[in-house]
């Protein structure tokens, strides 16, 4: 199993500029979350899906649009980048079990490092 | 909404000795889970251990450790025998079990790194 894959790894763009980061994972999970990381403030919630079909804003969903494509693909779209989306950004799966092992439990993929310039 | 701080930005540790994060959480909630996460200068993320709010026992997987305080709403990780393999930014991180409707969504504290000396 790869998990959770990301692409691209890193990803320059201007200002402006529009681009899609494409998360999937092989795992059957049915909840899938795209956060941000930036320095001094941990992951940010951007957006995420609890399951196929369905997609909700997180905190800092401003400047982001989302597409749950199928069960396991969920892409992130940056519409017109703006300097401060420069950033790390991971997607993640969970299964949604309420109680037991592994509950709530996400699974990362290996992070997109995006600068704008 | 909950919030999850870290106070420690950094920490050391001298290998094979013994260091504890902190972690301080607020919520309305009774019923969640908290964990700890690593990630390393590689980038991934790799969940080090979970503690079940409804469960009075700390969590320990192998040289990991929690101090799980519901009343306090203070989760610290300990670190036992030191590795040089620790060295990682750690998050904290909470998730309401809010009868399923949190859908999982985590809430991160900003990290703690810790720098382990040979």
């Known amino acids: 199993n790869a998990g959770v894959t990301q692409t691209p790894k890193f990803q320059v763009l201007k200002t402006g500029q529009s681009m899609t980061l494409q998360c999937a994972q092989d795992m059957n999970h049915n909840s899938m979350y795209w956060y941000r990381q930036d320095p001094g403030m941990g992951l940010r919630l951007i957006y995420y899906s609890a399951s196929e079909g369905t997609t909700d804003k997180g905190e800092v969903p401003n400047g982001y649009n989302v597409s749950r494509l199928n069960k396991r693909e969920f892409s992130l779209r940056l519409e017109s980048a703006a300097p401060s989306q420069t950033s790390v950004y991971f997607c993640?799966?969970?299964?949604?079990?309420?109680?037991?092992?592994?509950?709530?439990?996400?699974?990362f993929g290996p992070g997109t490092r995006l600068t704008v310039t | 909404a909950q919030t999850v701080t870290q106070s420690q930005p950094e920490m050391s540790v001298q290998e094979a000795e013994t260091v504890t994060l902190s972690c301080t959480y607020d919520t309305s909630e009774s019923d969640y889970y908290l964990f700890w996460y690593k990630q390393p200068p590689s980038r991934q993320m790799i969940l080090v251990i979970r503690q079940e709010a409804y469960k009075q026992q700390n969590a320990t997987e192998n040289r990991f450790s929690v101090n799980f305080q519901k009343a306090a709403k203070s989760f610290s990780l300990k670190i036992s025998d030191s590795q040089l393999g620790d060295a990682a930014m750690y998050f904290c991180?909470?998730?309401?079990?809010?009868?399923?409707?949190?859908?999982?969504?985590?809430?991160f504290g900003q990290g703690t790194i810790l720098t382990v000396h040979p």
């Open positions: 991180a909470y998730t309401p079990n809010a009868g399923g409707t949190s859908y999982g969504k985590l809430t």
């Open positions: 993640a799966s969970s299964e949604k079990k309420l109680a037991g092992p592994s509950s709530y439990e996400q699974y």
